[in-house]
């Protein structure tokens, strides 16, 4: 208002200034004891006493959580004190990574690490990217975003990771793949955070994000799926059956959440409206192209599924031209009931299947269950394009007034 003064924003009282030097203490305490727990594993690797490296490691993990949730400690920290604390703790997890991998190496008895040696090679690049993006950073007086929610589960994971490989192995190699998902994600935003036009940047809200997690997530289906280079899915590792069938419950739950959280945290926007419906298309049609490469699908189906959303999506555009805005229908939230429901059956009982075959294969229901399966994938693929041919036909005659502008 007129003739109204701005207040200035009040002075730091000693108790608050005391409290937050208190803060700031305990928590390079914190990452100090931290980094001492780090060098304890390696010590611990090195004598091979695998069971005192677990215990510095889930004690590395509690007081990493507790620092990060209850001290917040990175809220309050300097920039550069920040950066030296954090490559230091990025540098020791790094080189427990490379021990554990050249253990496994070494190990005549042990196949070649292949998902370590992956996720260690990602780990090393990631940490030099942040290595140069931090310093150009501090040069500009910007901060990296190390507290992101990101950035703190990717972390956590590393570290169940690294527990999970001085114990169990084949949990840890799926451990280690969703390890890979959350680094290449925490990567991604980095890099925008780097990039963005700071004058034109817009806030993204957590809905989108997840929009976004399903587009980026769904070459990494592609990946899981063919992860021993053969189309033959039956012939899969069951790590990465079990990882693909987790990637496809994550789409599936993602697609309602994002749509949930939009409303509940009033954040609906134009981008998240055009890039939900974009996102359900890329992850589904990529499950379908590999259910047609594995003999889980024919190629009618997933001929008909394209056919289908691609001329629904004409036809959204062809009214959107018109200022006409054509809502979901009943049979369109059907038919992707229905495409989850079948992607997540068949994922979920190929790795039944693997099971029975490995443990049960001598009982005397295994060749009925067989029989049975052999028939499962292309009966619910058939009535998945069926029901999305018959939901792009609702989708038609109930929007004819569109179409007639046109034709």
């Known amino acids: 208002m007129p003739g109204e003064k701005l207040s200035s924003p009040p002075m730091p009282t000693p108790v608050l200034e005391s409290s937050l030097a208190s803060r700031l203490i305990a928590g390079r305490t914190f990452v100090i004891l931290r980094l001492l727990l780090f060098l304890a594993t390696l010590a ?16 590395s993990l509690l007081m990493g959580m507790y ?77 990296l975003p190390l507290n992101s929610n990101w950035g703190k589960v990717t972390n956590a994971a590393l570290i169940v990771t690294l527990v999970l490989f001085t114990q169990e192995r084949h949990l840890a190699r799926i451990s280690m793949v969703a390890s890979l998902v959350l680094m290449f994600s925490s990567a991604v935003g980095y890099l925008y955070f780097y990039y963005r036009n700071e004058a034109a940047r817009k806030p993204v809200s957590l809905a989108t994000q997840v929009t976004f997690s399903r587009i980026l997530l ?20 069951l790590t990465f059956k079990i990882m693909a069938a987790l990637l496809a419950i994550f789409f599936v739950a993602s697609d309602g959440l994002d749509g949930y959280l939009a409303r509940k945290r009033g954040e609906v926007s ?125 989708y038609f005659t109930g929007n004819r007034k569109v179409l007639e502008q046109y034709f």
């Open 44 to 59: 611990s690797l090195f004598l091979d006493r695998n069971y005192w490296a677990t215990a510095f490691l889930l004690g």
């Open 67 to 143: 620092g990060s949730f209850k001290i917040r400690h990175d809220d309050i920290e300097r920039p550069f004190a920040m950066f030296w604390l954090k490559l230091g703790d990025k540098l020791l997890v790094n080189l427990l990574f490379l021990v554990l991998f050249l253990r496994l190496l070494w190990d005549p008895a042990e196949p070649f690490p292949t998902v370590l040696c992956t996720g260690l090679v990602a780990l090393t690049l990631r940490n030099i990217f942040y290595l140069i993006f931090s310093i150009s950073l501090l040069k500009d007086h910007r901060t």
């Open 218 to 237: 769904a070459p990494v289906f592609i990946w899981v799926f063919f992860y021993d280079n053969n189309l033959t899915y039956q012939d899969n590792n």
């Open 270 to 394: 134009q981008l998240g409206k055009y890039l939900d419906p974009y996102s359900d298309k890329i992850s589904n049609m990529i499950i379908f192209l590999c259910f047609l490469a594995s003999g889980y699908a024919a190629v009618w189906m997933v001929a008909v599924i394209f056919f289908r959303e691609s001329t629904v999506e004409t036809l959204r555009t062809l009214a959107a031209a018109s200022g006409v805005t054509i809502d979901a229908r009943r049979s369109g939230k059907w038919k992707t009931a229905l495409q989850g429901t079948a992607v997540i059956s068949i994922l979920v009982l190929e790795i039944a299947n693997t099971l029975i075959l490995r443990y049960a294969a001598g009982a005397s229901w295994a060749a009925t269950w067989s029989n049975i399966w052999a028939y499962t994938p292309y009966t619910l693929m058939s009535a998945v394009a069926i029901v999305t041919l018959l939901s792009g036909i609702d």
